[in-house]
């Protein structure tokens, strides 16, 4: 998808971190950008923000973990934009604790936001971009944890697994039908972004027990591994290339393809692989 200007771009997850550097970045290449979040307030900031740099934008309260709600979402941007042209799937939320006691639900959770966020998004947008034939890209954010399993974080890093199988078929179902629909995996390594209190956005009243230290210790080395991460602007502008390019997997580290190598190489073995950096 080479052209962009004058394009539609559709953002989950847009009230913060990735997502509103996508939606400035989108804004800033000509694009007409549908914001979309479960956080209204900083929603509005994101909407504000674009229209303050001369975008035109629009926002939408969504839950991606709703099918219906992301329906709607679709309905919204086929009525005032004209349909979406690249649709990036960002949402996502993080739960971490020791997996043999931590509880079902925040694998339901963490699996309905970044999973299920995903193949609604999917499901929802896809139909009508085949239908109006006019060359379009998903880009679905996983993770760095979508490549190299983490432990104290099964739920996230399930979900990540997941939601990098289902953007692969997607792909490759994609090609198969022959239509002019790109598909990047974005995978990136620490980001500046509030992941580590996702939980702020969590209405099912349940949560990790508060005396699991594994749960202490993976939520305060993510907010601090994302406090010095890259900036949001940084991957935005890395995920407009990949869309202009047609790529694939978008890495945001260097090190990560020497990593995934030796990853392989201690499956061969038989060995379990080590955890890179993810910096």
């Known amino acids: ?103 079902v639900e925040d694998f339901a959770w963490v699996m309905g936001v970044n999973f299920y966020g995903i193949l609604h998004g999917i499901q929802a947008f896809v139909p009508g971009m085949i239908e109006r034939g006019r060359p379009g890209h998903v880009v679905n954010t996983i993770s760095a944890a979508g490549l190299f399993p983490s432990a104290f974080s099964a739920a996230y890093t399930t979900s990540k697994f997941a939601g990098l199988a289902l953007t692969e078929c997607l792909a490759g179902e994609l090609s198969a039908a022959g239509v002019p629909i790109g598909v990047t995996a974005l995978c990136p390594g620490a980001v500046h972004t509030g992941i580590a209190s996702s939980e702020r956005n969590r209405a099912d009243g349940t949560g990790t027990p508060e005396d699991d230290p594994a749960r202490d210790f993976v939520g305060q080395a993510l907010a601090d591994v994302t406090e010095r991460g890259r900036p949001p602007a940084e991957v935005a502008e890395m995920v407009l290339d990949a869309v202009r390019a047609g790529r694939y997997l978008q890495l945001t580290n260097d090190g990560y393809a020497g990593a995934l190598r030796i990853r392989t190489d201690e499956l061969l073995a038989g060995g379990l692989p080590q955890l890179p950096y993810f910096d």
């Not at 479960?38 to 991606?64: Q, S």
């Open 1 to 103: 998808m080479e052209q962009l200007e004058g394009r539609t771009a559709v953002i989950t997850g847009a009230a913060s971190g990735i997502g509103r550097g996508l939606a400035r970045a989108g804004a800033a290449a000509g694009m007409r950008v549908a914001a979309a979040d479960i956080e209204a307030g900083p929603l509005e900031e994101t909407v504000a923000l674009v229209r303050a740099d001369g975008g035109e934008a629009i926002g939408v309260t969504v839950d991606v973990a709703d099918a219906a709600s992301v329906r709607a979402l679709a309905a919204t941007v086929d009525r005032e934009l004209g349909g979406a042209d690249l649709l990036c799937n960002n949402a996502g939320v993080f739960a971490g604790g020791t997996l043999w006691t931590e509880p």
